[in-house]
């Protein structure tokens, strides 16, 4: 383990943007601690480690922090990645599964952030928190998820202006749509996927979905010291949506 590596902390690392972001780090050279839901992780280098489960058990959350920094040292960055998205319409949402997207893409964030923070190394660190280009805007029948988005951002834009004098950046990413298989897997639920992909693609200025490796480069500049003047930052890597 190099003295010079960042010991990074990724949440949502099993798939899609998180693993993507974790892809980034390595190249770097990064010691990474990994966590997701599923169970089994592809092989993993020297100066890593990975361990399943659930962010929203607060008990799992400080066993995760405890174990990252017995096994790394004090924690340079955090990039949570993980989050839950679901449709429906505002009528139709049952408050548990309004509750639901509220503790997988804010309130699981939040535990996280309040086991990890005092783990930083002293001198500071960097903390980036993917939300969504729904966190910016609001669109019909997500009305929950881009509550629970919007709030996100919020919660860290208040950590980037608390924990400021301590030299802990707190700074937002706000993916739009992206080839993740859980993307990939709601087009191909359509009956005619091609088209159903097109007609998503057209609403984006630049008319194409981002790929995964587009989203991490710009989650790593900010989880990395190359943005070391920038905090409280909320960073839109959707290809001119929210701009339009």
């Not at 002293?122 to 609001?138: K, P, Y």
């Not at 998820?145 to 919020?154: D, F, P, R, S």
Request: charged share 20%; hydrophobic share 45%.
């Amino acid at each position: 383990m190099s003295g010079s590596a960042l010991n990074v902390l990724i949440t949502g690392a099993s798939s899609g943007i998180g693993e993507a972001v974790a892809d980034r780090f390595r190249a770097s050279g990064a010691n990474l601690f990994l966590t997701g839901r599923r169970s089994a992780q592809a092989t993993l280098r020297p100066g890593e480690r990975y361990l399943a489960g659930d962010l929203n058990d607060e008990a799992f959350v400080s066993q995760l922090v405890d174990e990252a920094v017995s096994e790394f040292g004090p924690i340079d960055s955090i990039i949570a990645c993980h989050g839950l998205q679901a449709d429906g319409a505002l009528t139709d949402t049952e408050l548990g599964q309004a509750l639901e997207l509220l503790e997988a893409n804010m309130l699981s964030v939040f535990s996280v952030l309040k086991h990890a923070v005092p783990k930083i190394r002293a001198g500071g660190g960097q903390i980036v928190l993917v939300s969504s280009r729904l966190g910016l805007v609001g669109i019909p029948g997500q009305v929950m998820y881009t509550a629970a988005k919007g709030g996100l951002i919020m919660l860290g834009k208040g950590a980037a202006v608390e924990l400021a004098p301590r030299n802990i950046r707190v700074n937002i990413a706000a993916p739009g749509l992206t080839e993740t298989p859980a993307i990939e897997a709601g087009i191909q639920s359509h009956s005619d996927p091609d088209a159903y992909r097109a007609q998503r693609a057209a609403t984006i200025p630049m008319r194409r979905l981002a790929k995964p490796a587009e989203v991490a480069e710009a989650i790593y500049f900010l989880g990395s010291k190359a943005s070391s003047y920038i905090t409280g930052a909320v960073l839109p890597i959707d290809g001119g949506y929210t701009a339009a």
